[in-house]
């Protein structure tokens, strides 16, 4: 069974930075997608970003381009998220998830329908 543990999140200003962290719980990714969902109130969860294990290709959704970026560090087995110039409609729960490679696309592995581990949670709110 694969465990996921996010760190990171917070309170951010407009134009400001935060790290998220997920760390998995297996000896190695190389055979799965992981990546960052969202979700704010009202709205339906969203792939934000997604990284494939073994090559590292990623993936971003348009709304976060330029400003996230995702890296893996296999050794330590963690998926980091570096957002920067954060805006208001930013704000949401971020989810770290995982899914056992099943399509070559990280585009289409990076939808929270074909994700199968999901981590707790972490607030990210970006306010002034």
């Known amino acids: 069974q694969l465990q996921l543990v996010e760190s990171g999140g917070g309170l951010v200003q407009p134009g400001g930075s935060l790290r998220l962290s997920c760390t998995a719980s297996?000896?190695?990714?190389?055979?799965?997608?992981i990546g960052w969902f969202r979700q704010a109130p009202g709205k339906e969860r969203e792939g934000v970003s997604c990284i494939d294990g073994r090559d590292g290709s990623a993936y971003y959704s348009e709304s976060v381009k330029g400003r996230f970026t995702i890296s893996l560090d296999n050794a330590e087995k963690t998926v980091s998220l570096q957002m920067n110039d954060l805006r208001p409609d930013d704000t949401a729960v971020y989810y770290c998830?995982?899914?056992?490679?099943?399509?070559?696309?990280?585009?289409?592995?990076?939808?929270?329908?074909?994700?199968?581990?999901w981590g707790q949670g972490t607030q990210a709110t970006v306010s002034s």
């Open positions: 998830a995982a899914g056992a490679r099943r399509y070559d696309s990280i585009q289409r592995m990076c939808d929270f329908r074909v994700m199968g581990y």
């Open positions: 297996k000896f190695t990714l190389d055979y799965y997608t």
